[in-house]
């Protein structure tokens, strides 16, 4: 390889790895070298496992020479979102609360990371217990873009995001409630793929059933799309302890070769119903030439998703207050007095979100459920004439911290979520992925793409074939 370890995609590593142009110590001691190097820069890691990573790569190295099966990630570094578990690692999801608190045993797909052969060397930040669309808790502080670390990284999984631009690691999966991992990949200019749900599992207790309302999953992010659909089909499959999870179907590594003429294509830059900044349109309107050129049908749409972007959000507020405020059961449940003692130790913006927020009521629930199921139609009558719809992952391009926008091409907004365009594929379990398509002001611009449920093999298509 031309190019030093650092700078390489993790099939490339792996494939160095195996024809021993690399060995996994040296990639592990040039990843660990630029993490403490360049970390202060944009704050995407707030543990860094030297130990453990150099003890996996001296256990990978080994097993190449003793001549042992080698999996699909053997010796690529990893880094995991400080929301899951990495067993003997803190694991603090952004939080003085558990600041302290060490992970006892490996989330699923961490653990069939690890079993691929890939090495762990740290935990990226993340807002307090993942609630937020930028990046900033008591612990470890705000993440930054690389592109300008003034500007936000986005969220919740905004280390990963940064660590991944600026090739501080090759994969970074991270976690997605309404965006989590599409919204970083858009401000941090890499890709990011929400799959359909249950294709990766998602082991939460005390309540297995939390993740459904909103949806909410694991997705891989990465710098390529070949690198983010390796991880998915390690990641990828059925769980018992997963009521949601699915069996997997296929590998989504090979979708990133195919060809997307026979795809047929519905472009919206605003999904019908966002505010989007011009220049943000400018260049979707530029970058959905590409898929074209690739062979794909691209008409111009307006999707009818049954109500406005406000009440989109409105529905998405309500149901993720109910399933926000569990977040507190949960916490007295381990000891802690969220409503006394340890209310001061809580970020404000999580005490505004939950502890002050009015609890909807059972109506306002399941009318929020209705809202809901007119997304859903909107979208599957779209889907029934088009493969994929393509849109805008945010409104906006990065913005300064704690500066969130008020407004968009004049428009009004709500300023912590109603820039983004994710929430209804967080509403409705459909894969969605954001791509990087260009720059405005030196800053990346994401275009989302988003399919039918189940066919995250369209979706990978198409992305690669925007990337390529």
Same mark, same amino acid.
């Given at each position: 390889?031309?190019?030093?370890?650092?700078?390489?995609?993790?099939?490339?590593?792996?494939?160095?790895?195996?024809?021993?142009?690399?060995?996994?110590?040296?990639?592990?001691?040039?990843?660990?070298?630029?993490?403490?190097?360049?970390?202060?820069?944009?704050?995407?890691?707030?543990?860094?496992?030297?130990?453990?990573?150099?003890?996996?790569?001296?256990?990978?190295k080994r097993a190449i020479e003793e001549g042992e099966p080698l999996g699909p990630l053997h010796g690529v570094p990893?880094?995991?979102?400080?929301?899951? +578990?990495?067993?003997?690692?803190?694991?603090?999801?952004?939080?003085?609360?558990?600041?302290?608190?060490?992970?006892?045993?490996?989330?699923?797909?961490?653990?069939?990371?690890?079993?691929?052969?890939?090495?762990?060397?740290?935990?990226?930040?993340?807002?307090?217990?993942?609630?937020?669309t930028t990046t900033d808790n008591r612990v470890a502080g705000p993440t930054g873009t690389p592109f300008d670390p003034?500007?936000?990284?986005?969220?919740?999984?905004?280390?990963?995001?940064?660590?991944?631009?600026?090739?501080?690691?090759?994969?970074?999966?991270?976690?997605?409630?309404?965006?989590?991992?599409?919204?970083?990949?858009?401000?941090?200019?890499?890709?990011?793929?929400?799959?359909?749900?249950?294709?990766?599992?998602?082991?939460?207790?005390?309540?297995?059933?939390?993740?459904?309302?909103?949806?909410?999953t694991n997705g891989p992010l990465a710098r390529t799309v070949e690198d983010a659909a390796l991880s998915l089909d390690?990641?990828?499959?059925?769980?018992?302890?997963?009521?949601?999870? *699915?069996?997997?179907?296929?590998?989504?590594?090979?979708?990133?070769?195919?060809?997307?003429? +026979?795809?047929?294509?519905?472009?919206?830059?605003?999904?019908?119903?966002?505010?989007? +900044?011009?220049?943000?349109?400018?260049?979707?309107?530029?970058?959905?030439?590409?898929?074209?050129?690739?062979?794909?049908?691209?008409?111009?749409?307006?999707?009818?998703?049954?109500?406005?972007?406000?009440?989109?959000?409105?529905?998405?507020?309500?149901?993720?207050?109910?399933?926000?405020?569990?977040?507190?059961?949960?916490?007295?449940?381990?000891?802690?007095?969220?409503?006394?003692? +340890?209310?001061?130790?809580?970020?404000?913006?999580?005490?505004?979100?939950?502890?002050?927020?009015?609890?909807?009521?059972?109506?306002?629930?399941?009318?929020?459920?209705?809202?809901?199921?007119?997304?859903?139609?909107?979208?599957?009558?779209?889907?029934?004439?088009?493969?994929?719809?393509?849109?805008?992952?945010?409104?906006?391009?990065?913005?300064?911290?704690?500066?969130?926008?008020?407004?968009?091409?004049?428009?009004?907004?709500?300023?912590?979520?109603?820039?983004?365009?994710?929430?209804?594929?967080?509403?409705?379990?459909?894969?969605?992925?954001?791509?990087?398509?260009?720059?405005?002001?030196?800053?990346? *611009?994401?275009?989302?793409?988003?399919?039918?449920?189940?066919?995250?093999?369209?979706? *990978?298509?198409?992305?690669?074939?925007?990337?390529?």
């Open positions: 390889m031309t190019a030093p370890p650092t700078h390489a995609t993790a099939a490339g590593l792996a494939r160095a790895i195996r024809d021993g142009e690399y060995s996994p110590t040296e990639v592990v001691e040039a990843t660990l070298e630029r993490i403490h190097d360049r970390n202060e820069r944009t704050n995407a890691f707030v543990t860094v496992t030297d130990d453990l990573a150099r003890e996996m790569a001296a256990d990978a990893i880094a995991i979102k400080d929301l899951d +578990d990495v067993e003997g690692v803190r694991t603090t999801s952004g939080s003085l609360l558990f600041e302290d608190r060490v992970a006892e045993s490996d989330s699923p797909f961490v653990a069939r990371l690890k079993e691929a052969g890939a090495i762990v060397v740290g935990k990226t930040n993340t807002p307090e217990f993942g609630l937020g003034d500007r936000v990284s986005g969220g919740s999984s905004g280390g990963a995001g940064a660590a991944l631009a600026d090739r501080l690691v090759p994969l970074a999966p991270g976690s997605d409630a309404g965006g989590s991992v599409r919204i970083p990949a858009s401000f941090c200019g890499v890709y990011g793929l929400k799959p359909t749900q249950g294709v990766i599992p998602n082991v939460s207790r005390p309540n297995a059933f939390a993740s459904h309302t909103p949806f909410s390690v990641m990828a499959g059925s769980h018992p302890r997963d009521p949601f999870s *699915i069996p997997k179907q296929g590998e989504y590594r090979a979708a990133a070769d195919r060809p997307i003429d +026979d795809l047929t294509i519905a472009f919206s830059p605003d999904m019908g119903v966002y505010p989007i +900044d011009p220049a943000v349109r400018e260049v979707l309107e530029d970058a959905v030439s590409a898929l074209e050129s690739a062979g794909a049908t691209v008409d111009r749409v307006t999707p009818d998703l049954g109500h406005d972007n406000e009440e989109i959000l409105e529905a998405y507020y309500t149901m993720a207050t109910v399933r926000w405020g569990s977040l507190l059961e949960n916490l007295r449940d381990e000891g802690f007095d969220p409503r006394g003692e +340890d209310r001061d130790r809580l970020r404000p913006y999580l005490v505004d979100l939950i502890m002050d927020a009015e609890e909807p009521t059972t109506r306002e629930y399941k009318r929020a459920d209705v809202v809901r199921t007119h997304v859903l139609d909107g979208l599957a009558d779209l889907f029934a004439e088009y493969d994929l719809l393509v849109t805008a992952t945010v409104g906006t391009t990065p913005f300064p911290h704690d500066e969130e926008p008020e407004a968009i091409d004049g428009v009004e907004i709500e300023p912590y979520r109603g820039w983004v365009l994710t929430q209804p594929y967080n509403l409705t379990g459909q894969p969605a992925a954001s791509v990087p398509a260009g720059f405005v002001d030196g800053l990346p *611009i994401g275009m989302q793409i988003a399919g039918e449920r189940h066919d995250d093999d369209a979706v *990978i298509a198409a992305s690669a074939a925007l990337e390529r």
